[in-house]
Each structure stands twice: as structure tokens, then as C-alpha cells.
């Protein structure tokens, strides 16, 4: 199965061959090809997830999560959580991928967020 790999920069260099990225901020490592399943989701004082059946049938499939303003807190390890301070905190620029997507739940925290979702096959 083919691989995507995003490599996230702060500083510093980043060396690109057919299968790896390094970078000083370290690597997201998604397995699958991107698919049609992409969303804009504005995170705010109620927890949220992924659009139903986004990442393929019942949200089973994987779900790339960039963090593009503000923070959120995330948990994946329940569809029904509410993610708190002792979940993940996620900055802006920050990636997470989570299978099955359907566990994903988000929610912010001190103001609204912007995350960009995008799924893998």
C-alpha cells in the first residue's frame, strides 16, 4: 500500500526521498491515498467529529487533522468523548491521524478553532 508522508517544518532542513521526510518538528506518517473526503470544521464549545461517513463507510477509514487557528483539545478514543486538558492539546500547525476517524472528537480550547480534515483510503 502506498505510503503518504507530510513532514512538518518549524526550522531547519528537510530531506526528501521516494519514502521519507525528516524535518526537526518530526513526521506524520499516513498510511493509503487521499481520498474525496475533505471538510473545514470550525471546533467550538461542543465537542465535535468528522462529518458521518466522511472517511468511508461508518468513518472506519483514516482521518490526516491539521490544526490551521487557534487550539483544540482531541480525543480518539470514543465517538461520545469530550476531549479535555488531560487529552491532546493540538497548536495551530500541528497534524494528528486517526483510524477510524469516527473516534475523533475535538473541541477548543479558549476560542473557536479551524481544522482541515482529510481522509486516506
Do not use: W
Not at 77 to 85: D, K, R, V
Amino acid at each position: 500500500m502506498p505510503r503518504l508522508i507530510l513532514g512538518l517544518v518549524c526550522s531547519g532542513l528537510v530531506l526528501l526521498a521516494p519514502s521519507l521526510a525528516v524535518a526537526q518538528a518530526g513526521a506524520v506518517i499516513v498510511s493509503g491515498r487521499p481520498t474525496s473526503g475533505h471538510e473545514q470544521l470550525t471546533v467550538s464549545t461542543a465537542a465535535i467529529g468528522i462529518t458521518a461517513n466522511l472517511c468511508g463507510a461508518g468513518n472506519r477509514g483514516t482521518a490526516l487533522i491539521g490544526v490551521t487557528a487557534d487550539q483544540v483539545y482531541a480525543s480518539m478514543y470514543s465517538a461520545t468523548a469530550t476531549p479535555a486538558a488531560t487529552d491532546f492539546t493540538l497548536n495551530p500547525g500541528t497534524f494528528m491521524a486517526v483510524t477510524p476517524a469516527r473516534n475523533l472528537r475535538m473541541i477548543r480550547v479558549t476560542s473557536n478553532a479551524k481544522v482541515t480534515v482529510q481522509c486516506f483510503e
